[in-house]
């Protein structure tokens, strides 16, 4: 038979003594269990990790930069000018104006000027006061040729008809303008129009000249 014996006081005693003991020598020589990682500074850090770390980090910053610019909208002519900062001054107009549904809706080519081109141009804003609403309507539809064209097909002619039923010039010298004004090279396509960017405006009101 058997016979099983209790561990006596004084055994268990001394065994607390010895691990306590064991632990106090571990903190005072500064060790480190083995199932604690300490990592590596970027300085020890292979090559290849570090290649790793900063592609990593160029990845997080581009897309954080990328969340900041605004999509430009390309549905119509319409919507690409009032979601383009660009041409943010012109896109106030063109939503103020009559004929904002018409850009929206119809086949036409935009000639959108820049907002440096408003420098030129001081008393835009006299446009946006109440009353002047006949100013704005000739001042966008003379920015509007009723067909889609192409840059190309822009500079090939001598003249476009706009919608407001008035003759702008084209001239090829020294560069392409129109009624002065300088046109930048290339055009936007949207789903049912066009967008040329021009770098003066093309028509100024009379009752601002």
Not at 50 to 66: A, G, H, I, K, P
Not at 102 to 121: E, K, M, Q, Y
Request: proline residues 5%; hydrophobic residues 35%; negative net charge.
């Amino acid at each position: 038979m058997t016979v099983t014996t209790s561990p006596s006081p004084w055994n268990l005693a001394l065994c607390t003594f010895s691990l306590a003991a064991m632990l106090m020598v571990g903190c005072e020589t500064g060790q480190v269990p083995e199932s604690t990682t300490i990592p590596l500074p970027a300085s020890k850090t292979s090559p290849a990790g570090r290649q790793s770390m900063e592609r990593r980090q160029s990845d997080v910053e581009r897309f954080q930069e990328m969340n900041q610019v605004k999509v430009e909208n390309k549905i119509s002519p319409y919507r690409y000018v009032i979601s383009t900062e660009r041409f943010s001054i012109f896109g106030q107009l063109v939503q103020a104006s009559s004929h904002s549904r018409t850009i929206h809706n119809g086949d036409v080519t935009l000639l959108c000027p820049t907002d440096d081109a408003f420098d030129n141009f001081d008393n835009w804003k006299m446009m946006r006061r109440r009353g002047n609403q006949q100013d704005i309507d000739d001042f966008v539809a003379n920015h509007v040729i009723p067909i889609t064209m192409t840059y190309d097909d822009f500079k090939s002619k001598d003249q476009h008809v706009t919608l407001a039923g008035t003759a702008i010039e084209v001239s090829t010298r020294g560069g392409i303008s129109v009624n002065g004004a300088h046109v930048r090279s290339g055009h936007v396509t949207t789903e049912n129009g066009s967008v040329i960017g021009l770098d003066d405006v093309v028509f100024i009101p009379l009752a601002l000249r």
